[in-house]
């Protein structure tokens, strides 16, 4: 099992960015892949990034080329570069851990994009 923990959330203004932050009670080191999705209000939570353990990714194509998610397995975290944010990346941004056919989840954090 494994705990994440996101941060780095906010209200930010259009063309901004932000780092988002997911913290593991555990080493990553082993972990198949690490995932970032998001929940906009009355939506359904979708992909947005994927870091596998050989350090592969992949992104939703709404968001490539602005967001860029990384893995630090030294400290057990991982990270969502998001860049040149729109109104329409507010959402609920949620951590993913895929061990085998498990997945955990963290408690998400709030990214508003608003003027």
């Known amino acids: 099992q494994v705990q994440l923990v996101e941060s780095g959330g906010g209200l930010v203004q259009p063309g901004g960015s932000l780092r988002l932050s997911c913290a593991a009670s555990r080493s990553i080191f082993s972990i198949d892949a690490m995932r970032w999705y998001r929940q906009a209000p009355g939506k359904q939570r979708k992909f947005v990034a994927q870091v596998t353990s050989g350090g592969t990714t992949n992104y939703a194509d709404s968001v490539k080329g602005r967001f860029t998610i990384s893995r630090d397995n030294a400290k057990n975290a991982v990270y969502l570069q998001v860049n040149s944010l729109k109104p329409e990346d507010t959402a609920v941004y949620y951590c993913?851990?895929?061990?085998?056919?498990?997945?955990?989840w963290g408690q998400g954090t709030q990214v508003t994009v608003s003027s």
């Open positions: 993913n851990a895929i061990m085998g056919s498990y997945g955990y």
